[in-house]
């Protein structure tokens, strides 16, 4: 298949792409609207400023690509992989991360508004200096995951395994833990609760 979806300056609405790869590309302002890309793989790729609007992944692979600067908004991102891609200073409003692979994504300095992350692994992700309001991660695998300098406003941790997580205790305002996760969260604050 030729690529004509990932050119630079590519605007694509209203489309559906099926089983295409491409790796090791250099592409700016690429973007797509009510569009749905299924078994999608853009690998070791550089697509800065992506916007993605109103649309669907399903079964894609992003690993080890760079779409920083990015856009999402009103998406969902469904069994999709995102191993070590970078998401940096980029944008999230209303989007769905859906039983997806995304150890080591890297998400600094991003904006994440409205975002729901429902059984992904994330090991290793790196989210310092972002700002997440209104964030869920339901049942996600966090191990490890750096949320230093990061800002928290209404954020759900519930379900998920924090193990090992990297958290600044006075960068958050309403954080949602269960039982388990608030015993983890008090020995970060090196306290120690006897009898």
Do not use: H, W
């Given at each position: 298949?030729?690529?004509?979806?990932?050119?630079?300056?590519?605007?694509?609405?209203?489309?559906e792409?099926k089983?295409?790869?491409?790796?090791?590309?250099?592409?700016?302002?690429?973007?797509?609207?009510?569009?749905?890309?299924?078994?999608?793989?853009i690998?070791?790729?550089?697509?800065?400023?992506?916007?993605?609007?109103?649309?669907?992944?399903?079964?894609?692979?992003?690993?080890?690509?760079?779409?920083e600067?990015?856009?999402?908004?009103?998406s969902?991102?469904?069994?999709?992989?995102?191993?070590?891609?970078?998401?940096a200073?980029?944008?999230?409003?209303?989007?769905?991360?859906?039983k997806?692979?995304?150890?080591?994504?890297?998400?600094?300095?991003?904006?994440?508004?409205?975002?729901?992350?429902?059984?992904?692994?994330?090991?290793?992700?790196?989210?310092?200096?972002?700002?997440?309001?209104?964030?869920?991660?339901?049942d996600?695998?966090?191990?490890?995951?750096?949320?230093?300098?990061?800002?928290?406003?209404?954020?759900?941790?519930?379900?998920?395994?924090?193990g090992?997580?990297?958290?600044?205790?006075?960068?958050?305002?309403?954080?949602?833990?269960?039982?388990?996760?608030?015993?983890?969260?008090?020995?970060?604050?090196?306290?120690n609760?006897?009898?």
């Open positions: 298949m030729i690529n004509k979806y990932f050119k630079k300056d590519t605007s694509n609405k209203k489309c792409i089983d295409f790869s491409l790796s090791n590309i250099d592409v700016q302002n690429v973007s797509f609207e009510l569009s749905r890309l299924f078994n999608i793989n690998l070791k790729s550089n697509v800065s400023d992506f916007a993605f609007i109103k649309s669907r992944t399903e079964k894609c692979n992003f690993s080890n690509t760079k779409l600067n990015s856009y999402f908004k009103d969902v991102i469904f069994n999709s992989k995102t191993t070590g891609t970078s998401f200073d980029g944008e999230f409003q209303n989007t769905k991360f859906e997806s692979k995304m150890d080591m994504s890297n998400f600094r300095f991003t904006n994440l508004k409205k975002i729901e992350f429902n059984d992904c692994v994330l090991v290793n992700a790196d989210f310092q200096g972002a700002k997440l309001k209104n964030v869920s991660f339901l996600c695998d966090l191990k490890s995951v750096d949320f230093s300098q990061a800002d928290f406003t209404k954020v759900d941790l519930r379900g998920s395994d924090v090992g997580i990297k958290i600044n205790i006075n960068n958050f305002k309403e954080l949602t833990v269960n039982p388990y996760q608030a015993v983890y969260l008090v020995g970060l604050l090196g306290l609760v006897r009898d």
